[in-house]
């Protein structure tokens, strides 16, 4: 039997990567980081951690809301 090629063998693995970079698009716009902070997420092994660091990230809206009721600006 035949041997299945490298890229059929990576291709799950790829895509779950691709589906957790796209995922972690519009919630590093929402906590205030760029999309650079979510192209980490293209890092092999590295996607659940910053998925997990970007979803515990207070937003960026209730963050400048508190501090309009504080009197400072950021």
Do not use: H, N, Q, W
Not at 13 to 26: G, K, N, W
Not at 57 to 69: E, P
């Amino acid at each position: 039997m035949d041997e299945p090629s490298l890229l059929i063998s990576l291709l799950p693995f790829l895509l779950i990567t691709l589906i957790c970079f796209l995922f972690a698009i519009p919630i590093s716009r929402r906590k205030g980081k760029g999309i650079g902070f979510a192209a980490f997420c293209l890092v092999p092994f590295l996607s659940p951690f910053i998925l997990f660091y970007l979803v515990s990230l207070t937003d960026k809206s209730v963050s400048d809301r508190l501090a309009a009721l504080e009197g400072k600006t950021l």
